[in-house]
């Protein structure tokens, strides 16, 4: 089966730095997607990683160790409109099966 | 110009009652989703349509019933409501590895 597991809550500071991990045992895997979820809307897509490495995209950036079966977000120049919840997410086999895990409620403070 | 839409966005209904969601997204894309996202936050993949076809169809009651009538729409079709179908149900579409997703629609068995 998939497992995969993320922080449940984390709080930062506007302007600040943070890193969301996610930890992942799959099989089959077939790349690695952060979303991110406004509480009562739809999860939009953030970023994906297929290889190992950092993939930077403005203030966000993502890593994965596929050895590790390990990725991070990180966050940078925090604004309070950035606090939703981060959904880590494995794509298996073939086809274009999803697999999140719970998710992780930000919170940014003054 | 919305991407993947949904109807309705509030759902309230008694147990028993038979209910469809509809979706439709305008972004030519030739695969369709129905996620489930229960009051935890955790988002499950229930069945996805690639140009009609059925190609995911994950362990779901079967009282729940997709339908496609062409590679645009992909409808949901819930029969004998229950309370524990209380859920936010989003749509999403991809052409490649990116999913897409509809605003949801929140449905509340009582």
């Known amino acids: 089966g998939q497992n995969i597991d993320q922080p449940t809550e984390m709080t930062a500071t506007e302007g600040a730095i943070v890193q969301i991990n996610c930890t992942y045992q799959t099989s089959g895997f077939n790349g690695l997607f952060w979303y991110q979820q406004h509480a009562g809307e739809a999860p939009t897509f953030l970023s994906y990683n297929v290889l190992d490495g950092l993939e930077e995209k403005g203030r966000f950036s993502s890593f994965l160790s596929r050895s590790k079966g390990y990725s991070y977000l990180l966050l940078k120049e925090l604004q309070m409109k950035d606090s939703a919840s981060y959904l880590c997410a494995v794509r298996t086999g073939g086809g274009n099966k999803l697999t999140f895990g719970t998710g992780t409620q930000l919170k940014v403070e003054l | 110009d919305t991407a993947v839409s949904q109807t309705p966005k509030y759902l309230v209904t008694q147990m028993g009652n038979d209910k469809s969601i509809k979706c439709e997204q305008n972004l030519g894309h030739d695969t369709m989703y129905w996620y489930k996202q229960d009051s935890k936050k955790f988002l499950k993949i229930m069945f996805s349509?690639?140009?009609?076809?059925?190609?995911i169809n994950e362990t779901v009651p079967n009282r729940f019933s997709p339908k496609s009538p062409d590679k645009a729409h992909l409808n949901l079709h819930i029969n004998s409501l229950e309370l524990g179908d209380s859920a936010v149900y989003f749509c999403?579409?991809?052409?490649?590895?990116?999913?897409?997703f509809g605003p949801g629609t929140r449905l509340t068995v009582l």
């Open positions: 349509y690639n140009n009609k076809e059925l190609i």
């Open positions: 999403a579409s991809s052409q490649d590895r990116t999913q897409y």
